[in-house]
């Protein structure tokens, strides 16, 4: 064999092996990271309202609108029936529940899926978060998986009914004088104070909900009526405000932690 074709035939099979390696180092630039779980060592990184997305337990159908409500060490459990409370400790990603430090509403749950849910809740032992999924794995490896709520679509999705309206003495419960609050995609909030309709700008911001440009139309009303719309401005007009988000309800706080207002969902 000459000097020529040798000298090809190596030249050809460097080219081909040169190929190779290009072509498998770029399929594994091609395959995705996986994104890493928090290690929780602490309750405050669960902070909000959670729904049940799925479970692996078998022959378990979910309900859509379960739900969990995490504030520090306390959380909220909702499965179309009665509200749960509870607290919790959180440690290198287990969980373990505190005994006896649990409340409950006193609703008949007719279905029977509150017991068989609240049994496979209060069997899990370990926690994970994701991103914005939370999963919790019972010693049988069952799991529940549960999606954050967005407080932004939350807001926007809902008519709400302001049913606690407080400060100056003056609480706002069902038969009164109606106010309600409506927040829209484009950045605004309407609604009726009492008897005048009020109208302003909101925006998000690091956990506040913040109530801008507020104004309000002028009509006569009686006295009574005229003090609840003067306390319910007074109380917009705080301007920011914490947000508890649950099921149903949105709790709107002062900076200094007061509840200022409750609003009912009506849809």
């Known amino acids: 064999m000459n000097k020529t074709l040798k000298s090809a035939i190596?030249?050809?099979?460097?080219?081909?092996?040169?190929?190779?390696?290009?072509?498998?180092?770029?399929?594994?630039?091609?395959?995705?990271?996986?994104?890493?779980?928090?290690?929780?060592?602490?309750?405050?990184?669960?902070?909000?309202?959670?729904?049940?997305?799925?479970?692996t337990k078998n022959g378990f159908e979910i309900k859509a609108g379960t739900s969990l409500t995490i504030k520090g060490n306390q959380f909220s459990l909702?499965?179309?029936?009665?509200?749960?409370?509870?607290?919790?400790?959180?440690?290198?990603?287990?969980?373990?529940?505190?005994?006896?430090?649990?409340?409950?509403t006193l609703m008949a749950c007719i279905?029977?899926?509150?017991?068989?849910?609240?049994?496979l809740f209060y069997s899990a032992t370990k926690i994970a978060l994701q991103g914005t999924?939370?999963?919790?794995?019972?010693?049988?490896?069952?799991?529940?998986?549960?999606?954050?709520?967005?407080?932004?679509?939350?807001l926007i999705e809902n008519q709400?009914?302001?049913?606690?309206?407080?400060g100056n003495g003056v609480q706002v419960t069902e038969g009164d004088s109606k106010l309600t609050m409506t927040f829209l995609k484009n950045g605004t909030v309407s609604g009726m104070a009492g008897c005048n309709t009020f109208f302003g700008t909101y925006k998000l911001e690091k956990g506040y909900l913040i109530l801008e440009?507020?104004?309000?139309?002028?009509?006569?009303?009686?006295n009574e009526v005229m003090t609840i719309e003067n306390n319910f401005m007074k109380n917009i007009n705080k301007t920011r405000f914490a947000i508890e988000d649950a099921p149903t309800q949105i709790i709107l706080?002062?900076?200094?932690?007061?509840?200022?207002?409750?609003?009912?969902?009506?849809?």
């Open 10 to 55: 190596a030249l050809s099979i460097l080219f081909l092996l040169t190929q190779c390696t290009t072509s498998k180092k770029a399929v594994i630039e091609e395959q995705p990271t996986a994104k890493k779980a928090t290690n929780l060592s602490k309750n405050d990184d669960l902070d909000g309202l959670w729904i049940l997305e799925s479970t």
């Open 111 to 119: 279905d029977g899926y509150e017991g068989k849910f609240t049994t």
């Open 253 to 267: 706080r002062d900076t200094d932690g007061s509840m200022i207002f409750i609003l009912d969902s009506t849809i």
């Open 160 to 166: 709400w009914n302001v049913s606690v309206n407080s």
């Open 213 to 222: 440009n507020v104004g309000l139309t002028r009509k006569l009303c009686p």
């Open 133 to 154: 999924t939370l999963m919790m794995t019972t010693p049988k490896n069952e799991q529940l998986i549960w999606k954050k709520q967005d407080i932004l679509s939350h």
């Open 78 to 104: 909702y499965a179309l029936c009665n509200n749960i409370s509870g607290k919790w400790t959180i440690s290198n990603n287990q969980m373990a529940f505190d005994q006896g430090k649990g409340m409950t």
